[in-house]
């Protein structure tokens, strides 16, 4: 009963208060980051998972996307203030 009711209640209610305690910090974090990424807070990746079953991982985008001329990346050192 533990394993298949009263632990994945417990977890359910704890990740879901967490995410309303951090949710304030979470929208300060994607305006902040909308307005340094030209409206692109969100970082996009396909990963396998479990069984290799392909899923799409979103993040916060703390990555810079300048290039020098060739079309390099630049090192993260040279990112505006925002990242510091």
């Known amino acids: 009963m533990y394993e298949t009711f009263i632990k994945p209640f417990f977890d359910f ?7 309303l305690i951090l949710s304030p910090i979470f929208l300060l974090v994607w305006i902040g980051l909308a307005l340094a990424n030209n409206g692109k807070p969100f970082f996009y990746q396909r990963r396998p998972g479990k069984g290799e079953r392909i899923f799409t991982i979103i ?5 810079n996307d300048m290039r020098d ?13 925002f990242y510091k």
């Open 59 to 63: 993040k916060f985008k703390t990555m």
């Open 69 to 81: 001329d060739n079309g390099q990346l630049l090192a993260d050192a040279k990112q505006p203030f």
């Open 13 to 19: 209610t704890c990740a879901l208060l967490g995410f």
